[in-house]
């Protein structure tokens, strides 16, 4: 294993500061800083964003992400054992690193910075889904950040970049695919991690559409919701959730109302979520 810098290795951080990985909070951790750097590089140019960070544990990506040029990196950790190992590598890089104790879950973590931001983090599994939910369901669109380069496991990473037919095609590809351009990179083996997962992990590059299809995001997770809550299902069938005269709603939307949801397109649902609308009177969903 290379260092990118002088900082002690991250077996000794971890040793030093008692941070064995807890299961509670989803911790496995990324010691190959050959990999790391990968990740970081993966965002492209961050000189000129502020660079944040969801659980960087012991500081092997934060490392990566300064030593490849971050101007400024925002690292927020909810494990208070790390704070003291972040905070060595803080001063070993004076005023570009700021650590926020705290659970990114109740923290607007695009917001932190000024001006744009990018979000780069090998994402706790257990929070990983919420959190890209969070970060695709912002408002005001364009968001905040610029770009995004995180890590599922592999499972989750083809549910947010399947394609219509695939099996893995659901509500998360919609809203990725409606409000971004996602992109499977590469994948990363278990043994890379301590302690090392029973799955693969997969990093994936996000870039926002500056103008997805124009429709109410709330009105979109609805329809998709009810579609894919019966996805073997036509959509004659699985679309009576709505409340609404299915055979308008699909005719309106120029859809087949015999096909399934997993076979719709992204715009598909975007026709079917205005539709919706259309019918409800521009009701907002559970008006």
Not at 59 to 74: E, F, P, Q, S
Not at 170 to 191: C, E, H, N, Y
Request: charged share 20%.
């Amino acid at each position: 294993m290379s260092q990118i810098d002088d900082l002690p290795p991250l077996r000794e951080v971890i040793e030093r500061h008692g941070l064995q990985a807890l299961k509670s909070l989803g911790q496995n951790f990324l010691l190959d800083l050959n990999l790391t750097a990968r990740i970081a590089r993966t965002a492209g140019r961050i000189d000129d964003l502020a660079v944040v960070e969801v659980g960087p544990g012991p500081g092997g990506l934060t490392r990566a992400l300064l030593a490849v040029g971050a101007g400024r990196v925002v690292a927020v950790e909810r494990d208070r054992r790390a704070i003291a190992a972040l905070e060595e590598v803080a001063a070993h890089y004076p005023g570009r690193l700021d650590v926020i104790e705290g659970d990114a879950l109740a923290i607007d973590t695009a917001a932190l910075g000024d001006g744009p931001v990018a979000i780069v983090a090998n994402l706790p599994y257990n929070i990983a889904t919420p959190l890209l939910t969070g970060w695709l369901s912002a408002e005001p669109w364009p968001p905040r950040w610029r770009v995004m380069v995180l890590m599922f496991q592999k499972e989750v990473a083809d549910r947010i970049t399947a394609a219509p037919g695939d099996d893995a095609y659901g509500r998360l590809a919609v809203l990725t695919g409606w409000r971004a351009i996602a992109t499977q990179m590469f994948d990363i083996s278990p043994k890379a991690f301590v302690p090392p997962p029973k799955v693969t992990s997969t990093v994936v590059h996000f870039e926002p559409r500056p103008a997805p299809l124009p429709c109410r995001r709330e009105s979109l997770e609805a329809v998709t919701a009810a579609a894919f809550g019966q996805r073997r299902k036509m959509l004659r069938q699985s679309l009576k959730a709505l409340g609404v005269d299915v055979a308008a709603l699909v005719e309106s939307a120029g859809l087949d109302p015999t096909v399934r949801a997993e076979t719709v397109p992204v715009a598909g649902f975007v026709a079917l979520a205005n539709a919706w609308d259309k019918l409800r009177g521009g009701r907002a969903p559970g008006g």
